[in-house]
């Protein structure tokens, strides 16, 4: 793994990024700016724990979330993201939102904090595949999607049958 800094919380602790093979990296690769808004949040704060998941209302639109709640009237699919085993839900035809929230997941680590994901909008649990899969995981994204985008997904992979059925609440 290489370690990028990222930056030092109130607390002294260090907050760093692989960002060649993680989640997070690809994720300010994409969207560099990223960087700078998880400095302004990590520099003014102490924290603590195994896991820490950060979900900071900004002040100002900060860019624009891909994920949306879903009604009955939307046309869903799941597919497998590109470079993942997880299937992804998706929605067709609906537009990003502007969000005024920043969300940074870290896990503590002997040097510091690893920041393992990064992004524009509310915290949302991993996918109810996941290994990191919570109990809210399978609700959550019962209710919500992705937009679709058919560069970010193995189109091979796309299919009408929720790939976590067994995993959901009723009505998927």
Same mark, same amino acid.
């Given at each position: $793994?290489?370690?990028?800094?990222?930056?030092?919380?109130? %607390? =002294?602790?260090?907050?760093?990024?692989?960002?060649?093979?993680?989640?997070?990296?690809?994720?300010?690769?994409?969207?560099? *700016?990223?960087? %700078?808004?998880?400095?302004?949040?990590?520099? +003014?704060?102490?924290?603590?724990?195994?896991?820490?998941?950060?979900?900071?209302?900004?002040?100002?639109?900060?860019?624009? +979330?891909?994920?949306? =709640?879903?009604?009955?009237?939307?046309? &869903?699919?799941?597919?497998?993201?590109?470079?993942?085993?997880?299937? $992804?839900?998706?929605? =067709? %035809?609906?537009?990003?939102?502007?969000?005024?929230?920043?969300?940074?997941?870290?896990?503590?680590?002997?040097?510091?904090?690893?920041?393992?994901? &990064?992004? &524009?909008?509310? *915290?949302? #649990?991993?996918? #109810?595949?996941?290994?990191?899969?919570?109990?809210? +995981?399978?609700?959550?994204?019962?209710? *919500?999607?992705? &937009?679709?985008?058919?560069?970010?997904?193995?189109?091979? +992979?796309?299919?009408?049958?929720?790939?976590?059925?067994?995993?959901?609440?009723? %009505?998927?």
């Amino acid at each position: $793994m290489i370690k990028h800094p990222v930056a030092v919380t109130k %607390n =002294k602790k260090e907050v760093y990024v692989d960002l060649v093979a993680s989640k997070a990296g690809k994720q300010i690769a994409a969207q560099p *700016h990223l960087v %700078n808004l998880a400095q302004e949040i990590l520099s +003014s704060e102490d924290y603590s724990g195994e896991r820490v998941i950060i979900e900071r209302h900004m002040g100002r639109v900060i860019g624009t +979330s891909d994920v949306v =709640k879903t009604t009955d009237k939307d046309t &869903i699919f799941y597919a497998k993201t590109v470079g993942s085993q997880e299937f $992804m839900r998706f929605v =067709k %035809n609906r537009s990003y939102t502007p969000s005024h929230y920043l969300t940074l997941v870290l896990r503590e680590e002997a040097e510091g904090y690893l920041l393992t994901a &990064i992004m &524009i909008g509310r *915290h949302r #649990p991993e996918l #109810p595949d996941s290994l990191e899969a919570t109990p809210e +995981s399978a609700a959550y994204w019962t209710e *919500h999607a992705s &937009i679709w985008e058919p560069r970010v997904a193995q189109l091979q +992979s796309i299919t009408k049958e929720c790939p976590w059925a067994s995993l959901t609440p009723a %009505n998927s």
